[in-house]
């Protein structure tokens, strides 16, 4: 069964650091480009970064440029979000998307608090 | 930054309705756009990409039209499951936007 499992989420104070992880099982992780979206709470969804199937191709939102740094390896079936210089705005659910045809394949969230 | 807005931002309906909610980019994005599903407290669901293309497994009561700026999502009879918000994602470059979403409820 192909599944996405986020992990790392919780509450940390405005400046903190975060590290986000999504194990992936099922299928062969290295055949994929990989995806952060977030949703904060009561809102739209927010696409953050993608990262390609080698790692060798990143892309970045305004929002996240500078301080959120996505990365992969292949040989834990594992994808990482990296999160320094947290604020109060980046207080939401954090999913982890495989891209096939679409974001085809979802993880079930973490949720990052960021409050004093 | 692509802008995307949908319309409306809700809308009323009932079982066995059919139901259009509309996609405008703020450029032309030929056929690079999705829809997505969501369900409260679950992760979104694709259902079309490539502006028409079901994904596979999505009944095909939904369906999506459009190119250039102007796309449609048609769900052709509402089906209870379908009450959910639905928001449209350009992919054609980056960074990639959703629209804010269209919530559908009886």
């Known amino acids: 069964q192909m599944q996405l499992v986020e992990s790392g989420g919780g509450l940390v104070k405005p400046g903190g650091s975060l590290r986000l992880s999504c194990a992936a099982s099922?299928?062969?992780?290295?055949?994929?480009?990989m995806n952060w979206i977030r949703q904060a709470p009561g809102k739209g969804l927010e696409w953050i970064s993608d990262?390609?199937?080698?790692?060798?191709?990143?892309h970045y939102a305004d929002s996240a440029k500078g301080r959120f740094t996505i990365s992969r390896d292949n040989a834990k079936n594992s994808l990482y979000l990296q999160m320094n210089g947290l604020r109060a705005e980046d207080t939401a659910v954090y999913y982890c998307?495989?891209?096939?045809?679409?974001?085809?394949?979802w993880g079930q969230g973490t949720m990052v608090t960021v409050s004093s | 930054a692509i802008q995307m807005t949908q319309s409306p931002s809700s809308l009323s309906a009932s079982v066995g309705d059919r139901v259009t909610i509309t996609c405008r980019a703020s450029?032309?994005?030929?056929?690079?756009l999705r829809w997505y599903q969501q369900k409260p407290g679950k992760a979104p669901k694709l259902l079309i990409y490539?502006?028409?293309r079901l994904e596979s497994g999505v009944p095909s009561r939904f369906s999506g039209s459009g190119s250039g700026t102007d796309f449609t999502l048609t769900l052709s009879s509402l089906q209870p499951e379908d009450f959910a918000t639905y928001y449209c994602?350009?992919?054609?470059?980056?960074?990639?936007?959703f629209g804010q979403g269209t919530k559908v409820e009886i």
């Open positions: 998307a495989r891209e096939h045809s679409g974001f085809d394949l």
């Open positions: 099922g299928f062969t992780f290295s055949d994929y480009f």
């Open positions: 990262i390609s199937s080698r790692g060798t191709t990143i």
């Open positions: 450029q032309d994005i030929r056929n690079e």
């Open positions: 490539a502006s028409f």
């Open positions: 994602l350009q992919d054609y470059n980056y960074p990639r936007t």
